[in-house]
């Protein structure tokens, strides 16, 4: 194991274990409550669900980048379309089930992540066909561990807003 792949392995997995901690003390109400999030309101609960799902997909990008395997292109114009469509397929996702889908693929991401090597960390691959090349390390830190941060700050507002001045 890489020192490096020991270190993001440990950033992610604190990043999705403080997201785990603000849901676990989410009452009924504040989990069914929304939020901006991504350009749209959304309730809490989806945006935690959708964080879930999300983990093995950026994984296996983050796996294909490693291992020099072809990468599937990211299409960022059909984001909107498909966080809409998630948020319609689970409209109320469980807490609890929600919960323990992030604690288990959070362990499978840091798994993988932990056990790649310096030469996967630095190998590098296009994202899509006009992107310029991103390493691996790249993609597990602005894909795999913002993704969280970027949901864990939308969430905050609402479980964990700032003090009034």
């Known amino acids: 194991m890489s020192d490096r792949a020991a270190a993001l392995a440990r950033q992610f997995a604190a990043a999705n274990d403080a997201l785990i901690t603000l849901l676990e003390r989410a009452t009924p109400e504040q989990w069914r409550q929304r939020t901006a999030d991504e350009g749209e309101l959304r309730a809490v609960g989806v945006i935690a669900h959708h964080v879930a799902v999300a983990h093995p997909r950026i994984a296996q990008r983050v796996a294909a ?7 599937p ?55 899509d066909p006009d992107a310029p090349p991103m390493t691996t390390a790249q993609v597990i830190e602005q894909r795999q561990i913002a993704h969280v941060h970027t949901h864990l700050a939308s969430i905050e507002t609402v479980l964990d807003p700032p003090p009034p001045r």
């Open 73 to 127: 292109a990211r299409h960022p114009e059909l984001f909107d379309e498909r966080n809409a469509r998630q948020a319609r397929e689970h409209p109320e996702p469980d807490q609890a089930a929600t919960i323990d889908l992030l604690r288990q693929a959070g362990q499978e991401v840091t798994t993988l992540i932990a056990g790649l090597s310096d030469a996967e960390l630095d190998r590098t691959a296009q994202e």
């Open 65 to 71: 980048f490693a291992h020099g395997q072809p990468v």
